[in-house]
């Protein structure tokens, strides 16, 4: 019978370094010569990326209903795990995903305020049991992320998305979630510190990672 594949998702606030970082495990997984699933939330799959353009939208910022936004993210997810993420699981392959469900209880439930047993509800629905075997969270003081996101969206000329354009009282209230998730299950979150140098946060990521691998095999 085929080994289930592993589970790792990236989580953090705007402009940590999650997008830079995702390669990052993958090819440190790929070098341990394993199968490997690269993707993202919300998308990841042709109909998750339309949720995706939707809820990113910067134009309907006001019109759409906090309730509307956390069904969007779970239908996306939906999708994802039954195109994407079950089958490479089921197969043996490693999916590594930026953001997953953590970022749910973060941004809908902390930033937006809806309770958490609400959220839990739709994860228990939807996920089926299903959650990361690791999950690398990174942190740092939501000013300084701000800058890194200032400057990505300088060079890149890219437009603010629509969470991108909430304001520091949101950010601080996602930070505290996803902290406070952390601490909830430290079996499960390795918590790295995003406000070193780029070297600095790949040695922190490598060395959780590779103590995770070693204790699974
Ligand atoms: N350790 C680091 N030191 C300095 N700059 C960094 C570091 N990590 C990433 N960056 C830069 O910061 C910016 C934001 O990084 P990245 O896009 O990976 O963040 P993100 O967490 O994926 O953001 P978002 O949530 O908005 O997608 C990029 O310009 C990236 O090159
Ligand atoms: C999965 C998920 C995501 N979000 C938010 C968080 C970000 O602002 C965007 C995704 O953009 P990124 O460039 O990938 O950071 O979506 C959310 O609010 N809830 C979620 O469950």
Not at 61 to 71: C, N, P
Request: aromatic share 8%; hydrophobic share 45%.
């Amino acid at each position: 019978m085929t080994k289930r594949g592993r589970f790792i998702t990236l989580e953090g606030g705007e402009g940590v370094g999650k997008s830079t970082n995702v390669g990052f495990v993958a090819g440190c997984l790929k070098a341990q010569g394993l199968e490997v699933v690269r993707t993202r939330e919300p998308g990841g799959t042709e109909r998750g990326e339309a949720i995706r353009a939707l809820l990113l939208d910067p134009a309907p910022l006001e019109s759409l209903h906090v309730d509307a936004e956390l069904l969007l993210m779970f239908a996306a997810r939906a999708q994802h795990l039954a195109e994407k993420i079950l089958p490479a699981l089921a197969r043996g392959a490693w999916v590594v995903c930026d953001r997953f469900t953590d970022a749910t209880f973060a941004y809908q439930g902390g930033g937006r305020g809806i309770p958490v047993a609400r959220i839990a509800v739709l994860e228990a629905f939807v996920q089926q049991g299903l959650a990361p075997d690791l999950t690398l969270l990174l942190d740092m003081p939501e000013a300084a992320a701000k800058q890194r996101l200032e400057s990505r969206l300088r060079d890149r000329s890219e437009q603010r998305d629509r969470f991108e354009q909430e304001h520091a009282n949101f950010f601080q209230a996602v930070r505290s979630a996803y902290l406070a998730r952390a601490e909830q299950a430290p079996e499960r979150f390795a918590v790295i510190d995003a406000q070193y140098t780029l070297d600095n946060v790949q040695a922190q990521i490598r060395q959780a990672l590779m103590a995770r691998v070693a204790e699974w095999y």
